[in-house]
């Protein structure tokens, strides 16, 4: 068996929480040279580790300007006490960001969630996203 059997490496990454975009690329290379772990880190190669903890750069260009609503299918999403947990939820593309003074979001601060570097987002489901005419913009 030749060493270069034992090593595995893969460059991975995480996901913006608000737009999906691959951020936070990282070399992983396993420490245990077998051909079993080799293979499994070689199959994770160009994949999602995770969600970030922070937003793209992009998303944070508007983090004092407004909250982003990110709009879920709700049957197809894990809830539990009402509350939309961030791995456990189905995504169906369309994000919105609104002015923070928009009057929804005085009555939803218990749904807002922070990245750690200060972007605002919450889930919304399709039929309040319609509601609020937001499934019209492009």
């Known amino acids: 068996m030749k060493t270069k059997d034992k090593i595995g490496v ?22 245990k040279f077998s051909v079993k772990l080799a293979k499994e ?9 995770g969600i970030s903890k922070d937003a793209c750069d992009e998303c944070s260009k508007y983090k004092d300007k407004g909250i982003f609503i990110i709009e879920i299918d ?6 539990i006490n ?5 791995r456990q939820i189905y995504r169906t593309g369309r994000i919105a960001c ?10 939803a601060k218990d749904f807002i969630i922070t ?10 489901d399709e039929i309040a996203y319609a509601k609020l005419g937001l499934d019209k913009c492009e």
């Open 82 to 86: 009402n509350k939309v947990y961030p």
């Open 10 to 31: 893969a460059l991975v990454h995480e996901v913006c929480p608000i737009c999906g975009r691959p951020m936070n690329e990282q070399i992983l290379m396993n420490r």
């Open 98 to 107: 609104l002015n923070k003074d928009f009057e929804l979001f005085k009555d």
């Open 74 to 79: 709700a049957e197809k999403s894990h809830t």
């Open 41 to 49: 880190l070689n199959k994770a190669n160009g994949k999602a580790i």
């Open 115 to 124: 990245t750690a570097n200060g972007v605002q987002y919450l889930y919304m």
